[in-house]
């Protein structure tokens, strides 16, 4: 089966802790993107990449990280300088075309909460 | 800063009926318009997506773009219970490949 997969589900957090949220897919899409979305909010973008070993900052890039250092996978990495990181963690996957935006296709999630 | 505005709902309609959802954007050249569907605790499912003015019918769904008037929507024919959700909008972003912005999304609830 071809999709996107996103671990842990469930994931919590101590202040002062780092932690990385895996994000893996199977479409040989060549973009990816994560998401936060907040309670009753839209999606914000945090990071993009297009290619791998590329990645842009999105619009709530402060206290993430990211790397691409394959095509399938994609992990985020929240830090410590994130004040504020309960939420939910979406990543999502498109083919990568300049001439029109094309349709991602969003994995599972994973919710994250601060002790 | 561009946007993309929704009526937060929720929206009540009854079975049978139909649902309508509407999105308006500020980016005027903005090429791609998409629809997902949203359930609680989930993650968004896309349902629909449209490039060009008029009318695309899939199923019980139709989305209707109006780029002069900036301005996307969704109607649900026949609407079913199992259509209570979140719906999302989203929209290019022209001047940065590859980004969408979504809306906050409209709560619909079919009431039996």
């Known amino acids: 089966d071809g999709g996107i997969t996103q671990s842990p589900k469930y994931l919590f957090r101590k202040e002062g802790q780092n932690v990385t949220l895996s994000c893996e897919q199977n479409?040989?899409?060549?973009?990816m993107y994560w998401y936060r979305q907040d309670p009753g909010q839209g999606l914000r973008l945090i990071y993009y990449s297009q290619i791998v070993n590329d990645f842009q900052k999105g619009d709530i890039a402060e206290g993430y990280s990211v790397s691409r250092e394959k095509k399938e996978s994609f992990p985020l990495t929240v830090t410590s300088a994130q004040k504020n990181p309960t939420a939910f963690y979406l990543c999502?996957?498109?083919?990568?075309?300049?001439?029109?935006?094309?349709?991602?296709?969003f994995g599972p999630g994973t919710r994250l909460t601060v002790l | 800063q561009k946007e993309v505005e929704q009526n937060s709902g929720p929206l009540s309609v009854p079975e049978g009926a139909i649902a309508s959802l509407n999105c308006t954007y500020s980016d005027r050249v903005s090429q791609s318009f998409f629809w997902y569907r949203q359930y609680s605790g989930k993650s968004p499912e896309l349902i629909m997506s449209i490039y060009s003015n008029g009318d695309k019918e899939d199923g019980r769904f139709t989305a209707q773009l109006n780029k002069a008037s900036q301005y996307v929507s969704l109607l649900i024919r026949d609407s079913q219970p199992s259509d209570s959700a979140t719906y999302l909008c989203a929209v290019n972003e022209y001047s940065s490949a590859s980004k969408i912005i979504f809306g906050s999304g409209t709560r619909l609830s079919i009431r039996p």
């Open positions: 479409l040989n899409h060549d973009a």
């Open positions: 999502a996957s498109s083919i990568y075309s300049q001439v029109l935006i094309d349709e991602q296709f």
